[in-house]
């Protein structure tokens, strides 16, 4: 595998974002572009960028603006600037113009997670030109309590409080997640079922659920939650791009499975070829389990064959 360090101008004009492009030893195939979720980084998925190297996929992977080592060098954790709630698809369509400059003529995909999930999905209805496919991995369908933030923080925003950080609203926002987990030890147990995973999410120091993004930044963050609901969504995704809809069925995430399946259906009534896995008894990080991340990382690179081989 080799290894190269990319930084570029975020579209918010204020962060330096941080990238990495990981290429296969064999010649590549395609390219992966990883778009990691909320709270965390890019490098918590080194099992999959390596088994994705080693099946001959060139990973392409930043680390969003107030997230991981874009907010280590800068100190800035909490502001996502003042440009929208697309910054971060814009920054995921800058490394994707780097990364297909290097490889012009690959197949391209994208991966995301999590909120990188809700990222892809708007960059797919907005720039979804020349993906070859799109993999979702503990996406949501209605966000309970997204919508109902809108307007309160809007408010907040107008009143000039845009930069201040206040917990009590994501608080809310993530709210229910650990309703289904008997007898949760944090807060954050929803993550995983695996201890050792939520202990190890804890620790990283690229990880920061401890400081909470400004009111001005989860406005967007709703936001663009509340701009991938329904079927008003999926027909700006082109019909041409195949898409796999991964999670667990006990993911508050994906609303325990009722999500995920509604977003399949939205595409799927907007004409899109779907393909949908939900693995049972796993929580958020289906692809940090140990016992399931091999079968998670395998059906993703059926899928990617499937559309390359059809």
């Known amino acids: 595998m080799a290894l190269q360090e990319k930084s570029f101008q975020s579209f918010n004009q204020k962060d ?24 965390e980084h890019s490098r918590r998925y080194f099992h999959m960028i390596l088994k994705l190297n080693e099946a001959g996929f060139v990973v392409a992977a930043d680390d969003h603006v107030g997230h991981g080592k874009t907010a280590y060098d800068s100190g800035n954790w909490s502001d996502w600037g003042d440009k929208g709630y697309m910054t971060m698809a814009e920054d995921e369509h800058t490394l994707r113009k780097i990364v297909q400059e290097e490889y012009p003529d690959l197949p391209y995909f994208m991966y995301g997670h999590s909120m990188g999930s809700m990222i892809a999905r708007c960059y797919a209805a907005t720039c979804g030109e020349g993906i070859d496919g799109l993999i979702l991995c503990g996406t949501s369908g209605v966000f309970p309590n997204a919508s109902s933030l ?85 027909e700006k995704v082109p019909a041409s791009i195949p898409v796999y809809n991964i999670a667990g069925d006990q993911d508050p995430v994906g609303q325990y499975g009722e999500g995920v399946y509604a977003v399949s259906n939205w595409l799927i009534e907007t004409g899109h070829k779907v393909k949908t896995k939900v693995y049972p008894g796993k929580r958020h990080e289906i692809h940090n389990y140990r016992d399931i991340r091999d079968e998670v990382e395998d059906g993703m690179i059926e899928f990617i064959n499937d559309v390359l081989y059809k």
């Open 16 to 39: 330096i974002v941080q990238a990495w492009i990981y290429t296969p030893i064999r010649k590549p195939r395609g390219i992966v572009q990883l778009v990691h979720g909320f709270g």
């Open 150 to 234: 809108i307007s309160i923080l809007k408010k907040l925003i107008d009143e000039g409080k845009g930069e201040k950080i206040d917990p009590t609203y994501i608080e809310k926002l993530f709210s229910c997640m650990t309703d289904r987990c008997e007898n949760p030890i944090t807060g954050n147990d929803w993550i995983c079922g695996d201890p050792d995973v939520v202990a190890d999410h804890a620790n990283d120091p690229f990880n920061n659920f401890a400081a909470p993004p400004n009111i001005r930044s989860l406005y967007y963050f709703v936001m663009m939650m509340d701009t991938i609901v329904g079927t008003k969504w999926a």
